[in-house]
């Protein structure tokens, strides 16, 4: 099976810089994406990482360590419609994706 | 256009009752998925289907039916519904099924048992 963990919650400062983690293990690894849903809307695609390193896009970036099942999303520059909830997912060989339970970001004034 | 579309967007009803949820993708895609996300917020695949091929079905109750009449369509029929199936259905859809290619998923049908 897969396992996946998160933190449950985080709370960071309008203009700073915050660092979400996600730990996993699987057998089968094909990848790891990290979804942004806010409140009452779907999902939607920020990243994927497959190789080791990091991956910039624009003010987020992820890192992928897959010999330490590690990965990170790093948001930069936060602003207010950034507090949303952010779902780190793993996809194995077997065509399946699994999602952890999500990081809830409060982003304050 | 909508890239993944689901009807109806909300959906109340009895315990007992059967229910269907249609889902609609137009990005050409090869698979399609339903995910249930229950009030904590928890985002659990139930089913995927490749070019109308179910490839997974996790530990869903049997009342549950996915229908995949073409590879643009995989609707989601429930059967004698209960207090817990209330939660958030997702559909989404993928280039191919475990590739690098992100999920898109549709806006999300709330369901809620009385």
């Known amino acids: 099976g897969q396992n996946i963990d998160q933190p449950t919650e985080m709370t960071a400062t309008e203009g700073a810089i915050v660092q979400i983690n996600c730990t996993y293990q699987?057998?089968?690894?094909?990848?790891l994406f990290w979804y942004q849903q806010h409140a009452g809307e779907a999902p939607t695609f920020l990243s994927y990482?497959?190789?080791?390193g990091l991956e910039e896009k624009g003010r987020f970036s992820s890192f992928l360590s897959r010999s330490k099942g590690y990965s990170y999303l790093l948001l930069k520059e936060l602003q207010m419609k950034d507090s949303a909830s952010y779902l780190c997912?793993?996809?194995?060989?077997?065509?399946?994706?699994?999602f952890g339970d999500g990081t809830t970001l409060t982003v304050k004034p | 256009d909508t890239a993944v579309s689901q009807t109806p967007k909300y959906l109340v009803t009895q315990m007992g009752n059967d229910k269907s949820i249609k889902c609609e993708q137009n990005?050409?895609?090869?698979?399609m998925y339903w995910y249930k996300q229950d009030s904590k917020k928890f985002l659990k695949i139930m089913f995927s289907?490749?070019?109308?091929?179910?490839?997974i079905n996790e530990t869903v109750p049997n009342r549950f039916s996915p229908k995949s009449p073409d590879k643009a369509h995989l609707n989601l029929h429930i059967n004698s519904l209960e207090l817990g199936d209330s939660a958030v259905y997702f559909c989404?859809?993928?280039?191919?099924?475990?590739?690098?290619?992100?999920?898109?998923f549709g806006p999300g049908t709330r369901l809620t048992v009385l």
């Open positions: 990482n497959v190789l080791d």
């Open positions: 989404a859809s993928s280039q191919v099924s475990g590739s690098m290619n992100e999920q898109f």
């Open positions: 699987t057998s089968g690894f094909n990848g």
């Open positions: 289907y490749n070019n109308k091929e179910l490839i």
């Open positions: 997912a793993v996809n194995t060989n077997a065509g399946k994706s699994t």
């Open positions: 990005l050409g895609h090869d698979t």
